[in-house]
């Protein structure tokens, strides 16, 4: 069995943008709840997360933006768009969730632990460097990643980002930027915020190809992403030989989820997640952590992150995807290898 770490504080419970907000506290509570009953949390090495310094953050956000929601939050809450709100903790939570991905990637590089997860809010990939959006303040796995870089020197990570919606802030903060290959696969952007996402952004500069996008068509489900990543995301990944994998886990692409409409259940989490410690193993010795985004109905999160969770600890699954592959997804597949095979050997 492996050591997982599942880094989490209670103090993650006291940002709160609004009794009828979807991103709300008990997204955690319950889960932690779950966990508990399940046996599951016994096995985990539950890790308190240490905030985020300035430092931290401004490796990805502009001095002016980290001032402008501390100032925010300072002055009891300001609602920044339409669904994004600072509230009075803001500030200090939104540092504790970027601490928590940093803390994710600290104990597995470290070598104390063998994967890990963080179970955080608010999220973080719709942030951009001066932009708060989608109900992110800072990018958690942006900060995280300039952190591991910094500290540990590497030059290639991989983000797979299965939320639901693209991760529209953490492309844009890698735009030009080869060292990090960033995958989002989400719905078709034409269908759902952000409304961004389309294979065709693929980045610029010296960072063009290692944007990846990809937009699946509403209705997809378990064996369409497992299609997927076994026959582009894969090669892409054993092209590139990243030195560490990091999932930004979104469970709102679950089928009971309120917010889109794609058709995963909890077993497809748990076998993506199989998948990509499989490939973690084969390229980069293991290294694989997750760290949490979105996912808006209590029980197809917590049983989708129990399950995600059970598959860090190496237990295995034994789950059969079933279903019949949409004719979409082949052809979606052939476009993104035409698309990519001019910057990676797929
Ligand atoms: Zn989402």
């Not at 979807?22 to 539950?46: A, F």
């Not at 808006?296 to 995600?308: G, H, I, M």
Request: aromatic letters at 10%; a negative charge; glycine letters at 8%.
């Amino acid at each position: 069995m492996n050591k997982t770490a599942l880094i989490y504080s209670e103090q993650y419970l006291k940002h709160n943008a609004g009794k009828f907000h979807p991103e709300r506290p008990e997204r955690l509570s319950e889960t932690i709840k779950y966990l508990k009953e399940s046996g599951l949390m016994d096995k985990l090495g539950l890790t308190e997360p240490h905030a985020a310094s300035l430092e931290d953050v401004e490796r990805v956000h502009t001095p002016h933006y980290v001032e402008m929601i501390r100032y925010y939050s300072n002055g009891g809450g300001y609602r920044i768009t339409e669904d994004t709100y600072v509230s009075k903790t803001t500030f200090e939570i939104a540092l504790l969730a970027a601490g928590g991905v940093i803390t994710a990637g600290d104990v597995v590089l470290e070598g104390s632990y063998d994967n890990s997860y963080a179970l955080v809010r608010p999220p973080g990939h719709h942030a951009k460097a001066s932009e708060a959006a989608g109900f992110c303040y800072f990018n958690n796995v942006a900060v995280a990643v300039r952190f591991l870089q910094h500290k540990y020197k590497l030059k290639k990570i991989m983000i797979f980002d299965w939320d639901i919606h693209t991760a529209d802030g953490t492309m844009s903060i890698f735009w030009r930027d080869p060292t990090v290959l960033n995958i989002s696969i989400h719905q078709n952007p034409r269908t759902i915020y952000p409304g961004t996402g389309f294979i065709k952004q693929l980045g610029e500069g010296p960072g063009e190809g290692y944007t990846v996008n990809i937009p699946v068509c509403s209705g997809s489900g378990d064996k369409d992403y497992k299609y997927i990543i076994e026959e582009f995301v894969t090669p892409l990944a054993e092209s590139y030989k990243p030195e560490l994998i990091i999932i930004s886990s979104g469970m709102d692409s679950h089928k009971n989820d309120p917010l889109g409409s794609i058709n995963l259940t909890e077993k497809g989490y748990s076998v993506m997640s199989e998948l990509f410690m499989e490939l973690a193993d084969r390229l980069c010795e293991g290294r694989i952590f997750v760290e949490s985004e979105g996912g808006y109905d209590l029980d197809a999160l917590s049983k989708s992150t129990y399950e995600v969770l059970k598959s860090l600890l190496g237990e295995p699954s034994g789950y059969v995807i079933g279903g019949e592959l949409m004719e979409e997804t082949r052809k979606l597949v052939l476009e993104l290898a035409d698309s990519f095979s001019r910057y990676h050997k797929i």
